[in-house]
């Protein structure tokens, strides 16, 4: 007989009326890494937020070491060894890392807080995953990657059974993912079970050791690693064959739509000039770091630039906020989508006319035109394959890739004449991924013009006319057509190569 250490039979969730999770069954073998993927919606998350107490469970059982539990709040579940990174961090930017780490489960002397003992716990903790940062840092000074490591010693902090990691990857570069890939086996030799969802196939394939699929709140499959391809995986996940994953590119007019010069944000990127021109997708290359966002947040007025200039269709244009660059017909999907991109607490529809709602009015006071919206929104739902309960739903209730679309729509209709996006296909399902793609091909080939931040090279292989690659702040080369391959990318990246045109 199989040991398990965790068993979840027929589990049904509902959020009002709609079911979410139907019926779902599976376990988790001690000491393993499991792996669990599905498109966007396909319930992971809630799936998790049951087990960790988060969400209660409609009906269904789950057995812990042998035991039925009944998980009421996030304690319960913490007490007896299940915790959770989540997938949207949840930490608090003004506190400390020592308080977030302890934050509800203070340790305490005589009922006064132990201070002393949770800070020495805490840099023992941060000693153990090997990172550098004092308990007494604010969370907002810290990096993605160290956030992060903060998200696991505080899951760590209470002698976890189980720990579950939704999307650890997604804010992390390739060698912090190394870093995190590493700690994994680590724990996972001292006895330690993992439950890992991701988008990202191959880095599954890499870490896990038994993979199960999920669809539309349905279990699909289980497979050892090694008897399951990406392909199968992938095709599994949305239950189809997939097709071609890149349209064919468009060829770009000679006509040049928009032209940045010298720009330098002192410190922070330095004299990058490069030229987009009509229906062009031009790539912005580099590791994590390089500047790229910097870049495009520059451009959108949220940085302040010392020296360079911007024409848009030969006219100088000066853009010292980002309602300038909307005037001048500029859009910008943020790589940032919890942060600066949507409102979680507004409906789908009105965090997609949230940057374009003078164009639902018709400049009298207190109109707007909830007509137009309501269409507006039906358009990107269908466009995107947006999978929310309504378009009045809040987007805090919609899964992570599905907010990640909203943000989408929402930059799109302001109907610009050029695109930035950067990362637009993070944390995004292979499916969705391809429809997003043949998106951006069919907006170039209206002669829209985009700029395309990416850190998976695959995409900008596949999707763009050229590619600028940067590196510390600066461009280290352009790379065209035929010569756009990941050797060379990397070269101009890692600075190993420079001034390729
Ligand atoms: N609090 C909530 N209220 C209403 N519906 C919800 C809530 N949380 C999740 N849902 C719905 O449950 C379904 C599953 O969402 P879930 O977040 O589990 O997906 P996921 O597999 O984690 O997707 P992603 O890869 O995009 O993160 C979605 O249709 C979502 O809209
Ligand atoms: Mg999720």
């Known amino acids: 007989m199989e040991n398990y250490i965790l068993k979840v039979e027929n589990i049904c969730k509902s959020f009002s009326t709609v079911e979410v999770l139907h019926s779902l069954s599976f376990n988790v073998r001690y000491g393993e890494i499991l792996g669990i993927i599905g498109e966007n919606g396909a319930g992971k998350s809630t799936m998790m937020k049951i087990l960790t107490g988060i969400y209660l469970k409609s009906s269904g059982d789950i057995i812990f070491e042998e035991q039925k539990i009944d998980l009421k709040k996030p304690v319960d579940a913490k007490k007896i060894g299940l915790s959770i990174i989540p997938q949207e961090f949840n930490l608090i930017k003004d506190l400390t890392v020592c308080d977030n780490i302890f934050l509800g489960s203070e340790l305490r002397k005589n009922r006064l807080l132990d201070k002393e003992l949770m800070k020495k716990k805490t840099k ?102 090694d008897e399951i391809t990406l392909e199968q995986m992938a095709e599994s996940m949305v239950g189809r064959e997939l097709s071609q994953v890149f349209p064919k590119k468009n060829k770009p007019s000679d006509e040049i739509i928009f032209d940045v010069k010298g720009l330098t944000v002192p410190g922070v990127i330095e004299n990058i000039s490069f030229a987009l021109r009509k229906g062009e997708v031009l790539g912005l290359g580099g590791l994590v770091g390089a500047g790229r966002t910097e870049v495009s947040e520059a451009i959108m007025g949220l940085r302040p630039v010392s020296e360079g200039e911007i024409m848009v269709k030969n006219r100088l244009v000066s853009i010292k906020k980002p309602a300038d660059a909307i005037k001048a017909e500029i859009g910008y999907l943020s790589e940032d989508r919890q942060g600066s991109g949507i409102i979680t607490s507004f409906s789908v529809i009105h965090n997609i006319t949230l940057v374009s709602l003078p164009s639902y009015s018709n400049n009298t006071v207190n109109w707007i035109d909830q007509n137009a919206e309501l269409e507006s929104g039906k358009k990107y739902q269908k466009l995107f394959n947006l999978k929310a309960p309504s378009l009045k739903t809040h987007l805090e209730f919609l899964s992570g890739g599905n907010q990640q679309k909203v943000s989408m729509a929402k930059t799109l209709d302001t109907k610009p004449d050029v695109l930035i996006l950067d990362e637009p296909t993070r944390g995004i399902d292979v499916s969705s991924k391809q429809e997003i793609y043949r998106f951006i091909n069919s907006l170039v080939r209206e002669g829209i013009s985009c700029i395309f931040i990416s850190s998976e090279m695959e995409e900008l292989i596949g999707m763009c006319n050229r590619v600028v690659v940067m590196q510390d702040g600066k461009v280290t080369g352009i790379l065209e057509d035929k010569d756009i391959n990941e050797e060379e990318i990397m070269f101009y990246a890692t600075g190993i190569r420079e001034g390729g045109n």
């Open 124 to 225: 023992e903790m941060l000693k153990v995953l090997e990172v550098d940062i004092s308990p007494d840092e604010k969370i907002e000074n810290l990096s993605g990657a160290e956030k992060q490591m903060v998200e696991i010693s505080k899951a760590l902090a209470f002698k976890s059974k189980i720990l579950i990691m939704d999307e650890p990857t997604s804010v992390l570069t390739i060698n912090e993912i190394k870093i995190l890939f590493r700690l994994m086996k680590k724990l996972q030799k001292e006895g330690l079970t993992i439950i890992y969802i991701s988008h990202k196939l191959k880095e599954v394939k890499e870490i896990c050791d038994r993979v199960m699929i999920l669809r539309d709140g349905y279990f699909v499959t289980e497979k050892k690693i």
